[in-house]
Structure formats: structure tokens, C-alpha cells
């Protein structure tokens, strides 16, 4: 299954990612710049924040309660779709999908 | 020139805090990773442990926090279920438990936040090179890196600068608690039993809960919410608030973990420009170095050497079997020396990129609060120092704290020449 990262220079970065695998070890697997996921995927750190674009925000879910707590904590500002991609398995439905990485 | 001497002969014990007063017995450090990279321990003052030496392994049992627990200490010491429940913090939590309390806290240590801390950092740095520099010779633990963490937590606190000599007294008496220049009740040398239900074992735990009782009175009479200690005292959604046993406890950290780690990065930082002058110059020619020099002296610094967790199962690893229930020590101290991961790692390379360094705890829930905190104020100074610094040399030998847990130059007497 194919994920893409669009960066703010327009660069995009896309990888394939298996069913299971989080957006945040799928994109440092891909190298993705500014996705550092420093606390290991246990929602310490908001170094893994991506922004999905609306359509696929739905696909994706809200974020948990603790998610949505740190998501307050992010270096780029939080924005409506705003997710911790550690918290994004990736799924069939998923396939296909963009992330835009948001710089500070 | 390297910075690192060899201080032990590969077969030091790490359960003693004498060994640590030498300075980390890094020759057995390098054996261990080598060796025995799943070491096991006795301890003559409680239960044998693990040690848990090579980056990748730390890396990978910190992520499983469900199979090492922090729930029952992060210490090398035992605690009864009743000492562990009277003195603990949020980092002696696991996950979910650990992310109700952490939430209240984290905006206020997020980067966007700390970024607004860096005007204040920066003229607290400059009076406090105003007066050291105008020495030519001093110790540089007490004259500038123990002041910096000092003036910002009275600033994050709020609480008055007169108060702070007293407070950071008392938070060395917790955290030092095995170093008799810090505390008359040093932990592994006399019986601190009755002291057994305060934070850390130690009496300053109990002078620090009246300190902070009294400070929230007086900020409840002045109406005064500003500050992290009013955010931790916030219900959270179900309306849940935080018993006062928790809150000294807090309180207890901030003071405690909030002044001593980054006052022994920066010492540590300082000790390298006194073995490795071509630094100062580095350092003063700027630029991207500052993207990445932060990150190295705390490599460098480690100033938690280990944080210990508890195995929930039965766990293979390396041919040895660690049982539930025992104690297992997580060596960043190791793991930031580990030659598998950092190229030439008894060097500063204030350029090193990329630097994985554990001193945050990478890679699990517990990933240091402050951090951001902690990269800003070591920037802040050393951009400050250098501008201000043509060198650094030894003024004779440097001292370690006397304890296995906090890695730290107590006394760095040097000899500076101002530009």
C-alpha cells in the first residue's frame, strides 16, 4: 500500500507501508524529514504531527483523547486535521493516501 | 585529544556509588556492551539486577513499556508497595496512568512555549557571565552552570529569587541523596528508614511539601494562576483532580529533575572546552553548529545515567532469560557510548548528526518533559560563553557526584582568558 509525504517545499516522498505498520515508522523507514518520533510512538513527544488533507481526515479518524491533548503540544501549528502519525495504523482504506508534513 | 580518561580496569561495580565518584567506569561499559551486553548484577543493599548496556537494546526494551514497567521504581533501590505509592511521581507510572498527569503538564513545556523562555534565558546568562568572568579563575559547576537551571525554575515556578539558594539546597539533598556534600542523610551509609515514605528518602522531601503548601497559599490569596503548578492542579476531563500527596511529589520532581540534569550538561559541555579547545572556536564561528551542538554536550553530559524499569514477563534477550519481577537498568550512559551507533563516541563532535543520544530516555513514554527546556538553556549559554571566552583550561582536577543515578561534575575549577 503506497503513502505519500508532501513537504512544504512541494517535495513529495512516497513509500509502500504494510497493513499494521504506523505512519510514523513507515515514514522514518522512508526517511521523511521533520518526522522524528523521538518518543516512540507513545503520544510523549508530537515530533511524528502530520496534517491529512480533509479527504482522507474522515478514513483516518479523530484523534484519541490523549492525542488530542498532545496535539496542543506541536512545533508547526495545529491545524483541524492535525494527527500524530504514530497513531495511524495503516489500513487497505488508507491506500493511496497523502500526508502533508507541516514545518515550523 | 580526547576528553575521556580511562578510569577503571573493565570490571567496576555498578551498584557502588564510589565507583561513579571516579567518574562513569566507562572501560566496563565498553566490555559489557562487547561481552555481556545482559549483564547481571548481586547488590549487597537489595536485590541483584540487570544491566542493559547497547543502544539498540535500551531502544528496544524502553518502547515496550508494557513489559518494563516503571511502575515500581526507577531506581536501583527495592520499595515496598507503600513506599513505591507514597513517593511516587508520573515517572513512576506506566501508560495510560502516566499520560493523565503528563497531559496537564506537556503544552507547557512544548517547543513553541520554552521559544518564549529564550529572551529571559539569554539575560540570565549575561549577568551570570558578568559576575563569573570577572574572575579569572573559578569553579564552573558552582559559578555558571548551577546558577542557569536555578534562576529559570524560579522563573517557571514562580516563585521568588531570594527562595531559590534555599530550594535548590534542598532539591540536591533529594536527588544527591548518595553524596555526602549535597546531604547529612546519605542513603547507602546510614539508616534513612524513617524517612522512608518522603520523596527519596530524604527529610528535604517533607521541608519541600511545606515549602510548596505555603507558596500555593500564597498565590491562591493574590489570585495569581500563573505557573505549571497551577495547570497540574486543574481537574482533568472526568473532572479527576490530584491528591496532595501527588502534588508534593511533583513539586518535588520539578525542583529535583529540573535543575540538577542541565546544570551537569552544561558542566560537562564546559569540562570539553577545557580538553578540546578547537570547540570555543567552532562555537564561535557559529552558524548550523547550533542546530547540533546542543544535542552533543548532552550526549556528552548524560546526566541520568541509567533509569531502572521492572520485567512484567519472562523476557529473552542475548541467550539470557530476565524473570518477571526483576529489575532491569537501562545504561544511557552506555548507550551514548556505544562505538555500534556514534562514530569516534568519546569525542565532541558538536557537528554530530545524526545523534540518536538517549540522556531524554528515546523512544518510550517517558521522554524528558523538558527537553526543549534543556537544548534552549545549553544553547543559549554556550552561544553567550563563546562570545565572550578566547579559552578554557583546567585550574586542576574536576570531581564527580557521588552516585550511580545522577552523572555530574561537581567541581570543575578552571582558568578562563575573555576576549
Sequence with gaps: ?104 | MTVWQPMDDGHADLASHDTFAKGPPHNTFARLRREDPVHWSEWSGGRGFWSITRHADILELNRQFDAFSSAQGIRMEDQTREEYLARRTFQETDPPEHMKTRIKVAKAFSKPVIAGFEGQIRDLTQEILDRALAQDEFDATREIARQLPMRLLGRIIGVPDADLPWLVEKGDALIANTDPDFTDHVLDRMDTDEFRLMPFNSPAGAELWEYAQALMAEKNRKGDTDGVLHMILQPDRDGNVISELEFRNFFCLLVAAGNDTTRYSIAAGIQALAHQPELLGQMRAGGDIWETAPDEIIRWATPALYFRRTATRDYELHGKTIRAGDKVLFWWVSGNRDERVFDDPFRVDLARAPNPHLSFGKGGPHLCLGMHLARLEVKVLFEELARRVRSVTPAGPHEFLRSNFVGGIKRLPVRVETL
Excluded: N, Y
Excluded at chain 1, 63 to 79: C, H, K, M, S
Design chain 1, 1 to 104: 500500500m503506497k503513502v505519500t509525504w508532501r513537504l512544504a517545499d512541494g517535495r513529495e516522498i512516497s513509500a509502500d507501508a504494510t497493513a499494521g505498520e504506523t505512519l510514523k515508522d513507515a515514514a522514518l523507514a522512508a526517511g521523511v524529514p521533520h518526522i522524528l518520533g523521538e518518543c516512540g510512538g507513545s503520544m510523549s513527544c508530537a515530533t511524528c504531527h502530520v496534517v491529512l488533507p480533509p479527504e482522507w481526515a474522515e478514513k483516518a479518524g479523530p484523534p484519541g483523547e490523549f492525542e488530542d491533548a498532545i496535539l496542543d503540544t506541536t512545533e508547526a501549528p495545529r491545524q483541524a486535521t492535525s494527527r500524530l502519525s504514530c497513531q495511524i495504523e495503516m489500513h487497505p482504506g488508507l491506500d493511496g493516501l497523502t500526508l502533508i508534513v507541516p514545518e515550523p
